[in-house]
């Protein structure tokens, strides 16, 4: 299953198509990574959050699959939406859309990471329904290699089935 999603995600970057999409927003795959040495993760899939109405890129979500020392600071779940865009639920609802990347997978839980004094992130993980497992001290060679805060608040979010 995991060559299968993959070889779609590959093919959906040559194909300027959205992957998975709803009534508002549609998620364009852009780039892949396979295995990074950085952060230790065996796929990145990196896709376009779209406003289908006017078609506009309105952020990116980066989907991190599998787990180590270095993701555990950054989650499996990344996302930005840029400022003309806010405020309208986008990051919630692009991560919804591509709940069906981790259920593919076998995950049951995806990790979220904020920093704690990021509201509107926190609000996103509020809004996926996501649990505040704990807040972690980032030991200073992740913070020094991967160049993130001090601090992060770990979320956990139930993958939605289907």
């Not at 995600?9 to 990074?36: A, H, I, K, N």
């Not at 979500?61 to 779940?77: C, K, M, T, W």
Request: aromatic share 12%; hydrophobic share 35%.
């Amino acid at each position: 299953m995991k060559s299968e999603l993959i070889r779609d995600f590959v093919r959906g970057c040559r194909l300027d198509e959205y992957l998975f999409w709803d009534d508002e927003l549609g998620l364009m795959p852009r780039e892949y990574y396979g295995y990074s040495k950085r952060i230790r993760c065996e796929h990145t899939l990196v896709f376009d959050v779209v406003e289908r109405a006017q078609g506009r890129v309105a952020g990116e979500v980066a989907l991190r699959i599998g787990d180590s020392p270095e993701q555990f600071y950054l989650g499996h779940i990344g996302y930005h939406i840029d400022p003309p865009f806010r405020g309208h639920g986008y990051a919630a609802r692009a991560c919804r859309l591509a709940a069906p990347v981790f259920g593919a997978l076998g995950y049951r839980f995806a990790v979220i990471t904020t920093d704690p004094d990021n509201q509107p992130s926190v609000k996103t993980c509020l809004r996926l329904c996501c649990e505040l497992e704990s807040t972690v001290r980032v030991p200073p060679w992740v913070k020094e290699k991967l160049d993130i805060s001090d601090v992060k608040h770990r979320f956990l979010w139930t993958v939605p089935n289907g």
